[in-house]
């Protein structure tokens, strides 16, 4: 096992990360390469307990796990069973597993495959580029494919064997601003295409979703996530197609199969200067659609089905653009299926999945921007803080990196309970004018929030039946890492200060709690091989996410003397966890 000597370890993988074709394994790992199976539609619509073949584990993006080997009666008896360094650089990598295999896009656009049982490495292929490296989220899985995004743009389709590339695709997409495009989500398989978001934080013409096939691996179709003048009107304050920008599609989609859509989140637009005056104007509104939306497409075609758009015209960066997550719910006596998502001011919406309909919203309790939400169109209501001053600072909740951010939530269907990884900060926004990521000016301050009384960081246990909060674990230091629910009873979590918890998921006490040694800032999952259950997070590649709120949170708690001073990194690493 490679645990028995990290060094030996360290020096093998970082070899295997250089290399660009397949390099010989050891007879258990030829058996266990040989004893791949396909991954069907069929795995992929309804997935074994055992594997993880899919970002958040199911196309509803649950990110749950029906595993309960490891539950609330045993679970404080976990240990480390294997880790697996890792190379440096900032990811917020989502491990895959099938039929014992463990597939990772670590940084420098290398995938790595290992024995899921001991981190054994299998074969590693680095697609060699020049771009500028970008953080992802992590891969797909199809047939004997596994689906990569890189850096320069590309959708790689290596064997899931060997690692040799099958086919190539490269995006046709020219970056003319200041950033570039970039691939940041996990591919998403739906009927036969690779659906990849595009980010264009500040590219002219904004971000896109785009399908390739999976057979041929050519693209499809794409559709543009900033609003064309037609055939939705001038919701853009007048502003050319070349003068609009944003739309970015940080995060995977979802996908209904019963349905056949597909539904992803976009982002706002940096470029807020131009937005912020309302005309007056008929038939032009500064509302900057497809931005902060829910967009319901068809995956085949890239046909629009339906639109949702959560916040209109935001000021301060407080993005839309997170998970999905499909969710049969009892509404008011009635059975409906919902797309429940929240932006980073932690308010999540539930729209009905088949029409683009307003159900019902659930508030955090952190944001202090929308005052009353109409019960029937979901229409906000904002306080005066939703428009930045060019004469004064004004409190805005939550702090523009968010309440919530990319940490994504994890939604139990059999106790029909959300948990949300949350940070209690605030900022003093404004005035415009000055130097800000935001062509306002708008300075973007963080101060500690109204009700952190010093515990930066909340999990939160919302009740979707009835709509309730739950319970809140609150501490100091915010999270890091997603939330996983198992069907043991159990919600992991990682934070800032390298620990990683299991709680209780009907009360939120901690029954267990480990330090990793460095930033769980990653998507944790679980699977088992041969009968035995396994928890697996990535530590110690931290994005700007991490880097950030370690920052501030140091700035709040004192520095060295606080809870985040003193920590030493032992670096990138894969580390599982099983029974012992």
Not at 15 to 20: E, N, R, Y
Request: charged share 15%; glycine share 10%; with cysteine.
């Amino acid at each position: 096992m490679l645990m028995s000597n990290p060094r030996r370890s360290l020096l093998l993988l970082c070899s295997l990360a250089v290399l660009s074709t397949p390099v010989a394994v050891a007879q258990s790992g030829e058996a266990r390469l040989a004893a791949l199976t396909p991954v069907t539609e069929a795995m992929l619509a309804n997935p074994p307990a055992e594997d993880w073949l899919i970002w958040r584990r199911t196309f509803d993006s649950f990110g749950f796990s029906q595993l309960d080997q490891i539950n609330k009666q045993n679970v404080s008896s976990l240990q480390e069973a294997w880790r697996t360094p890792l190379q440096g650089g900032a990811n917020m990598a989502t491990p895959l597993v099938h039929d014992g295999v463990l597939y990772l896009l670590s940084t420098a656009d290398t995938v790595i495959a290992m024995d899921a049982t001991t981190g054994a490495p299998l074969w590693s292929h680095k697609h060699e580029n020049k771009a500028p490296p970008a953080t992802k989220i992590g891969l797909a899985l199809h047939g004997d494919l596994v689906i990569v995004p890189t850096s320069d743009l590309h959708i790689l389709a290596l064997s899931a064997k060997t690692g040799e590339v099958v086919w190539d695709h490269a995006i046709d997409a020219v970056s003319t601003g200041p950033l570039p495009y970039s691939l940041r989500a996990a591919p998403m398989i739906a009927n036969g295409q690779v659906i990849q978001g595009v980010t264009a934080t500040l590219v002219p013409e904004g971000g896109f979703i785009i399908a390739i096939d999976l057979e041929t691996g050519k693209e499809s179709w794409r559709f543009h996530t900033v609003a064309r003048p037609e055939p939705t009107g001038d919701t853009w304050n007048e502003l050319q197609l070349n003068k609009r920008s944003g739309g970015s599609v940080w995060v995977s989609g979802s996908y209904d199969p019963e349905l056949d859509l597909i539904y992803f989140g976009s982002g706002p637009t940096y470029d807020t200067a131009p937005l912020l005056p309302e005309l007056g104007k008929e038939g032009v509104s500064n509302d900057a659609l497809y931005t902060n939306a829910t967009v319901a497409l068809r995956p085949r075609t890239g046909e629009l089905v339906w639109y949702y758009q959560h916040m209109a015209n935001d000021q301060w960066d407080l993005d839309w653009a997170f998970e999905r997550q499909v969710i049969n719910l009892s509404v008011a006596g009635t059975p409906r299926k919902v797309i429940l998502t929240a932006g980073k001011m932690a308010l999540f919406d539930a729209i009905d999945a088949a029409t683009g309909e307003y159900v019902f919203s659930v508030d955090m309790g952190i944001q202090n921007i929308v005052s009353s939400i109409d019960p029937v169109t979901g229409a906000k209501t904002l306080n005066p803080n939703a428009v930045p001053s060019a004469d004064k600072a004004q409190l805005v909740c939550p702090f523009a990196l968010g309440g919530r951010n990319w940490l994504a939530t994890s939604y139990n269907p059999i106790s029909k309970m959300l948990f949300v990884p949350l940070s209690d900060v605030c900022m003093n926004g404004g005035p415009t004018g000055g130097n800000s990521i935001l062509t306002t000016g708008a300075a973007l301050n963080p101060i500690p929030g109204g009700i952190a009384n010093g515990n930066y960081g909340r999990l939160q246990a919302v009740n979707l039946e009835t709509r309730e909060l739950s319970w809140a674990f609150r501490e100091p230091v915010p999270a890091a890492s997603a939330a996983l629910s198992t069907a043991g009873g159990l919600v992991f979590m990682g934070t800032l200060d390298h620990t990683f918890k299991a709680f209780d998921d009907a009360t939120g006490a901690v029954l267990w709690e480990t330090d990793t040694g460095d930033i769980p800032a990653s998507f944790p999952i679980s699977y088992a091989v041969d009968g035995k259950q396994y928890i697996a997070v990535v530590t110690g590649q931290p994005a700007i996410h991490a880097g950030t709120y370690t920052g501030i949170i140091r700035a709040f708690t004192g520095g060295d003397a606080g809870p985040l001073g003193g920590l030493q990194n032992s670096g990138p690493a894969l580390v599982v966890y099983a029974l012992d």
